[in-house]
């Protein structure tokens, strides 16, 4: 059920749950050098803003909400962030000082637990040895770079500015300034790209010392230039044939150089590894989006802020929570998205959840090929990870 905007409040049910669920915290920076081609991320240049936000009034707002968040929360006990990720748009862009000043704001506000999971993403152009180092002192523990391709042509068909060895170079500083935690980002199945051009990216990934890679299929999304120039016939749209073998082709290689997938597009090279911040979304914890547009998560109760900057820091300065909406979600609602987002995990998906209708559908999934069942879980084989999106549709259409 949705709502219209309004200043948020939380029924007892669902603040119930705030200190038996782990709960995690997102930051997000709304600001990028440049627009990528492929991105519809609630992000913007220093000339689409103009003078109306800057991150010098980003972070005086992200105070701000920082400390409403607190304070809404703490009639259940504020609780200790189990993780946190600063992500965006680009958050290496605020510089390494500004992104202490943000964890030392969660800190002093909900607190951090002493074995949490701290993150940041970052453009490797826009860090530096000094960077990672600054970070790891203010208690970043992993850090995630958008690498997408070691293939020049591959970067300059994705808009991406940084150079194709930057990545990499970017990686090792972050391992030798104490970062046990990397990863790279890859997308594939961009117009141009090859095997070849995927292998090599592979290559330098496993070079870099990465423990955790995310890969993902290039989407086109409407109202992107990447859109607009394959509307225009000026490239290809992705193949999806293409996009399977290429996805193929990263699991194997990982595999073969140690990593585990543990959900369809993330891959890890031991349990510690693995995003605990990421798990918390698709494991039904809470969590609380903090800036432009992030989105929240409290007991069955969604919502999210105003997207643009200078909205958002105008209704906090005003007193108010940043809320552009909220959503109440229903059993039903809640256990569709159980069904979607357990899927995906090599954890899989408990039967006893599903109806005696899905549970059926689940075991024509398996004598499919899609799927296995063991120990009272579905978990998708490797063809029905390609497929995973029509296996969630078997099962929750199921009657």
Same mark, same amino acid.
């Given at each position: 059920?949705?709502?219209?905007?309004?200043?948020?409040?939380?029924?007892?049910?669902?603040?119930?749950? /705030?200190?038996?669920?782990?709960?995690?915290?997102? /930051? %997000?920076?709304?600001?990028?050098?440049?627009?990528?081609?492929?991105?519809?991320?609630?992000?913007?240049?220093?000339?689409?803003?103009?003078?109306?936000?800057?991150?010098?009034?980003?972070?005086?707002?992200?105070?701000? #909400?920082?400390?409403?968040?607190?304070?809404?929360?703490?009639?259940?006990?504020?609780?200790?962030?189990?993780?946190?990720?600063?992500?965006?748009?680009?958050?290496?862009?605020?510089?390494?000082?500004?992104?202490?000043?943000?964890?030392?704001?969660?800190?002093?506000?909900?607190?951090?637990?002493?074995?949490?999971?701290?993150?940041?993403?970052?453009?490797?152009? &826009?860090?530096?040895?000094?960077?990672?180092?600054? !970070?790891?002192?203010?208690?970043?523990?992993?850090?995630?770079?958008?690498?997408?391709?070691?293939?020049? %042509?591959?970067?300059?068909?994705?808009?991406?500015? %940084?150079?194709?060895?930057?990545?990499?170079?970017?990686?090792? $500083?972050?391992? *030798?300034?104490?970062?046990?935690?990397?990863?790279?980002?890859?997308?594939?199945?961009?117009?141009?790209?090859?095997?070849?051009?995927?292998?090599?990216?592979?290559?330098? /990934?496993?070079?870099?010392?990465?423990?955790?890679?995310?890969?993902?299929? =290039?989407?086109?999304?409407?109202?992107?230039?990447?859109?607009?120039? !394959?509307?225009?016939? #000026?490239?290809?749209?992705?193949?999806?044939?293409?996009?399977?073998?290429?996805?193929?082709?990263?699991?194997?290689?990982?595999?073969?150089?140690?990593?585990?997938?543990?959900?369809?597009?993330?891959?890890?090279?031991?349990?510690?590894?693995?995003?605990?911040?990421?798990?918390?979304?698709?494991? *039904? &914890?809470?969590?609380?989006?903090?800036?432009?547009?992030?989105?929240?998560?409290?007991?069955?109760?969604?919502?999210?802020?105003?997207?643009?900057?200078?909205?958002?820091?105008?209704?906090?300065?005003?007193?108010?929570?940043?809320?552009?909406?909220?959503?109440?979600?229903?059993?039903?609602?809640?256990?569709?998205?159980?069904?979607?987002?357990?899927?995906?995990?090599?954890?899989? =998906?408990?039967?006893?959840? =599903?109806?005696?209708?899905?549970?059926?559908?689940? $075991?024509?999934?398996?004598?499919?090929?899609?799927? $296995? !069942?063991? #120990?009272?879980?579905?978990?998708?084989?490797?063809?029905?990870?390609?497929?995973?999106?029509? /296996?969630?549709?078997?099962?929750?259409?199921?009657?």
């Amino acid at each position: 059920m949705s709502l219209p905007a309004h200043e948020l409040v939380l029924p007892a049910s669902a603040m119930s749950t /705030v200190p038996e669920r782990r709960f995690g915290i997102y /930051v %997000h920076v709304p600001f990028c050098a440049t627009r990528c081609g492929y991105c519809d991320f609630n992000t913007y240049t220093a000339g689409e803003l103009g003078s109306s936000a800057s991150p010098e009034s980003w972070l005086e707002a992200f105070k701000r #909400e920082t400390e409403l968040a607190a304070k809404m929360l703490s009639a259940a006990g504020v609780p200790q962030a189990d993780s946190v990720f600063v992500g965006g748009g680009t958050p290496s862009l605020l510089g390494a000082a500004a992104l202490a000043d943000v964890i030392d704001t969660i800190s002093n506000t909900f607190g951090i637990r002493p074995n949490a999971e701290v993150t940041t993403e970052a453009n490797p152009e &826009s860090t530096s040895p000094q960077f990672f180092q600054t !970070i790891r002192e203010a208690g970043f523990t992993r850090v995630s770079l958008g690498m997408q391709s070691a293939a020049q %042509h591959v970067l300059a068909a994705l808009d991406r500015t %940084h150079t194709p060895g930057r990545a990499i170079s970017a990686a090792q $500083e972050a391992r *030798e300034a104490g970062f046990k935690h990397v990863n790279l980002d890859l997308i594939y199945g961009t117009p141009g790209e090859r095997d070849s051009d995927l292998d090599a990216s592979l290559d330098a /990934v496993l070079a870099a010392g990465a423990d955790h890679v995310s890969a993902y299929a =290039l989407i086109v999304e409407d109202g992107t230039a990447l859109a607009r120039r !394959i509307r225009k016939g #000026e490239m290809p749209a992705p193949d999806d044939d293409v996009l399977a073998a290429r996805y193929e082709l990263i699991d194997s290689r990982l595999a073969g150089a140690g990593f585990q997938w543990y959900e369809v597009s993330n891959w890890a090279a031991n349990e510690e590894a693995i995003c605990r911040h990421n798990v918390g979304y698709w494991n *039904e &914890s809470n969590w609380w989006g903090i800036g432009p547009g992030a989105h929240s998560h409290v007991g069955g109760v969604r919502w999210w802020n105003a997207k643009h900057p200078a909205r958002y820091a105008d209704q906090l300065a005003s007193g108010f929570l940043p809320v552009g909406g909220v959503e109440t979600l229903s059993a039903e609602d809640q256990h569709l998205e159980y069904v979607m987002l357990a899927v995906r995990m090599r954890a899989g =998906l408990a039967l006893r959840r =599903l109806s005696s209708a899905e549970r059926a559908a689940a $075991e024509r999934c398996a004598d499919e090929g899609l799927a $296995e !069942i063991a #120990e009272g879980r579905l978990r998708l084989t490797g063809r029905g990870r390609l497929l995973a999106d029509g /296996v969630v549709r078997q099962i929750v259409t199921a009657e």
